[in-house]
């Protein structure tokens, strides 16, 4: 009996002791963003495809948002995901992606997040979740001054008129429902710039695209002239698979102390002239 009653105290010690064991582990890959003090800061536990890296996909050939210039990487989404990155604790690495599939290769966890100067859609939000907006957007018209000077805006395009879009945007989606209907043709292009290209040449008489993107482009194509910004209600976010809900929260976390602490400021006015808009300034 005395046997009996020593081996259960023993089991009893042994449960004990593996409790404490897995009450005191932590083996969350994330563990949110920093608060300066070596301290976590109370957010979400989150993962990442490779642990300490959040990996970002992106088209990489879209200036002012993203692009290479002298083989360096710039752009405002990729400052603005590298200051995330620090927040997070996190090495920002980054993954060339088609933008016609990029929201189905990162629902598919390809990579962490989409940066790519990406529109929050109804549409793409049955494929992926997205940030809280960080920028607000206009679509435009850019025309070859050359070749069709009489084009002032879209209401001068006439049927038969061949207008260029990249593919899977909401430039191409705003083409279609409402110069389509008027008769006019949309040719898509893989990139930006590529439907730029054409337009040089004369293949097409317009290009739909982001205002920002579209001045950045046409900076370097002297033949090249953005003549209307196209207002479409549209904001900017960062996108990331359904199934990681705590990692966009932790990237919005991260996001609102670059607003509040002046980093996003900073960052705007590398690429963009003019003031902040008021949702994003220092708070």
């Known amino acids: 009996m005395k046997r009996m009653t020593l081996l259960r105290s023993m089991s009893s010690l042994v449960l004990v002791v593996l409790l404490l064991t897995a009450c005191g582990s932590n083996n969350n890959p994330g563990s949110g963003p920093s608060s ?23 088209c990489l050939d879209y200036s002012p948002f993203e692009y290479y210039k002298k083989g360096q990487l710039k752009g405002f989404d990729v400052d603005i995901v590298d200051a995330i990155g620090k927040k997070l604790n996190l090495k920002v690495q980054w993954v060339k992606s088609n933008f016609n599939t990029i929201f189905n290769a990162v629902s598919a966890h390809k990579f962490d997040m989409v940066a ?7 549409q793409r939000k049955k494929i992926v979740n997205f940030s809280e907006p960080y920028y607000d957007a206009l679509l435009s018209l850019t025309i070859n001054k050359d070749k069709t000077p009489s084009i002032k805006s879209t209401n001068d395009l006439k049927k038969g008129d061949i207008v260029g879009v990249q593919k899977g945007t909401t430039s191409a989606i705003w083409a279609s429902q409402h110069l389509a209907p008027k008769g006019i043709q949309i040719k898509s292009f893989t990139s930006a710039p590529d439907s730029m290209s054409d337009l040089e040449s004369g293949r097409v008489v317009g290009v739909i695209n982001d205002l920002p993107s579209s001045v950045s482009i046409v900076k370097n194509r002297p033949s090249l002239a953005v003549v209307e910004p196209i207002q479409a209600g549209q904001h900017y976010g960062l996108a990331f698979a359904p199934d990681t809900p705590q990692l966009t929260i932790a990237v919005n976390k991260a996001f609102e102390a670059l607003v509040a602490d002046g980093t996003y400021e900073t960052i705007y006015h590398r690429y963009f002239q003019g003031p902040v808009p008021q949702e994003f300034q220092p708070k």
């Open 36 to 58: 300066g003090g070596g301290n976590p800061a109370p957010s979400p536990s989150f993962t990442t495809v490779t642990a300490g890296t959040l990996t970002v996909g992106s």
């Open 116 to 122: 790519a100067a990406s529109t929050i859609t109804a």
